[in-house]
């Protein structure tokens, strides 16, 4: 199986809820099967678009979002995807080293996907599938401090959506709109 096999397979595993997601996930498809390279081989930007894997952490209508340092949006934890790694195995590395926990995941794959243009000195397009985790609302990770300032659950209604990931509100309405969230 062909690494963007399996990138493909995890992509069909998303079912989309609106325009946007369908769009998404049809540039993702044709980018994946282009032959294109998917991952980051050099930080920050190249190539210019990339694999992404989210790990929002949820827990009965709550989210834990941190306080980015490099970008300065609240956003649910995250990280690239490695040239030949899983971006399931991406969250369990990304996790143990963003918040010193291991991955509980809610699906076995993922249930959003973003495409989306980052901010700074070096845009550039990241490709996210987003896998949301089991956590326990109201428990604070030892998350690294080198990535947060800060990091806090709040509750779906009273997420910090101008300053966070432009998909955050329809991540969550699809969370809560389909039973998705624990």
Known sequence: MTYASIIDAELRL???????????????RDWARSGAVLCRTHPPATPPMHLVSYFPVVDQGHILLGDHISSGLWLPPGGHVE???HPRDTVRRECLEELRMHACFLRDGPVFLTI??????NPHEDVALWYPLQGHAG???????REYRN????????????????HLERFLAKLTEHALAA
């Open 139 to 145: 428990q604070i990770p030892a998350y690294d401090p």
């Open 83 to 85: 040239p030949g790694e």
């Open 116 to 121: 989306a243009e980052t901010i700074g000195a």
């Open 14 to 28: 998303i079912r989309p809820v609106d325009l946007l997601e369908i769009d998404h996930l049809a540039r993702a």
């Open 151 to 166: 990091m806090r659950w709040f509750q779906f209604d009273d997420a910090p959506l101008d300053d966070s990931d432009p």
